[in-house]
């Protein structure tokens, strides 16, 4: 089965360790285990696996897992929660279960390459709805109900990554009818959501239709991708479609893993509170420096963690994130890796000590294009 290579990943898998000032992050500045376990109150996390045998543990994930992750949602039960390997893994299973060479898919973009690479290698024909800087990346409803007409699901991703744009309430609203219209499946991919600049989180697409699903994991706002856990959280009869194809390529997440992210949303306010603070106080960081700088402006994100830079002089943006690194240590993600050329990822949410180191270089090379 051909796959198009995964920009973003392989130009992280190249760079991502080789740089000072990681300024490419996505998730927010990972937790280390210590600190997690501090603000959880839990000594020795270990403590009731010990005697345990290392089994595949619960195949689908725990019962206390599914139960807390349901607790992220206004109307979903431990029924509608199935785990997976990440965002990653729970996209996957989305599309294996519901796409199938000959249908049709509209899904907004720049986005997670995921988001059209997997239907196109399933055969599917993906019809892509652009976010334009100059709409401030706000979703065209017309596109969108064109590119969706006869489409088997709409996929998106809210919070936007790359852009940093949400959707609010009432464009929601206009997104479902859109779907409805067309009875297709609606794939919200709400890993950022829990990371947003405005005092209330998003609602979740699948508390507000009935053929929605939303995917998510413990990565981004959450601050702990190293569990590698994530989840698909919508109706029964997709959950036990997508289990079928579960079996075959996942089995179970690590025993230890879902123990962690356990204690994990046990804590998630705690930890959300945390995110929050970070990604405001770091837009407030970009915010000035963007405002002092000439060779650089910005659609404001509203949320996630992420913004497209727009650079005034300076060529292609591979060449130029690769130049960047070489000349200064600072890692961007170049446009191009994400369907977004002429522009250069940043993303703001490492610790803020990292990023203000970053974007003092950052301003000079811009500045020398
Ligand atoms: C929109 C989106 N979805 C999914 C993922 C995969 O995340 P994970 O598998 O760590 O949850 C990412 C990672 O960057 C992402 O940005």
Not at 8 to 32: D, H, I, K, P, Q
Not at 80 to 85: D, M
Not at 294 to 310: D, R
Request: overall charge negative.
């Amino acid at each position: 089965m051909y796959i198009e290579p995964f920009g973003v990943e392989m130009w992280m898998n190249r760079y991502e360790n080789a740089c000072r000032f990681n300024l490419a992050e996505t998730c927010v500045a990972s937790l280390t285990l210590d600190e997690l376990l501090q603000m959880a109150g839990v000594d020795d996390p270990l403590a009731v696996l010990r005697d345990r045998p290392l089994t595949y543990g619960a195949i689908t994930g725990s019962d206390q897992l599914r139960q807390y992750i349901a607790q992220l949602f206004e109307r979903q039960g431990p029924e509608n929660v199935l785990v997976a390997h990440g965002t990653i893994g729970a996209n996957a299973l989305v599309y294996q279960a519901l796409v199938s060479a000959g249908d049709s898919v509209a899904t907004v973009v720049p986005t997670y390459q995921q988001h059209v690479s997997l239907p196109e290698s399933i055969g599917a024909t993906v019809n892509q709805v652009p976010l334009r800087a100059e709409d401030q990346y706000q979703l065209d409803m017309d596109a969108l109900a064109h590119a969706a007409k006869g489409a088997r699901l709409i996929s998106l991703v809210n919070p936007n990554n790359p852009t940093g744009a949400v959707l609010d309430r009432a464009q929601m609203e206009q997104v479902i009818a859109i779907a409805s219209e067309n009875d297709a499946y609606l794939l919200a991919d709400e890993v950022y959501r829990g990371a947003h600049q405005s005092e209330d989180t998003s609602p979740s697409f699948v508390d507000l239709y009935p053929k929605a699903i939303s995917t998510g994991s413990m990565s981004k706002a959450f601050a702990l991708a190293g569990l590698r856990l994530g989840w698909i959280v919508g109706p029964i009869d997709v959950l036990d479609a997508a289990e079928r194809h579960r079996d075959y390529n996942t089995i179970s997440v690590g025993m230890v893993d879902d123990h962690l992210a356990t204690i994990a949303l046990g804590v998630a306010d705690q930890i959300l509170d945390r995110s929050r603070d970070i990604v405001r106080t770091n837009h407030a960081i970009v915010s000035d420096w963007i405002a002092s700088q000439n060779a650089v402006t910005w659609v404001p994100p509203k949320g996630g963690t992420t913004g497209l830079l727009h650079y005034a002089n300076g060529g292609p943006s591979y060449e130029l994130a690769e130049k960047l690194l070489h000349e200064t240590g600072v890692l961007l993600t170049p446009g191009s890796a994400i369907g977004a050329e002429g522009t250069l990822r940043l993303g703001y949410a490492n610790h803020s000590s990292i990023l203000k180191d970053g974007l003092g270089p950052l301003g000079e090379f811009l500045a020398r294009q």
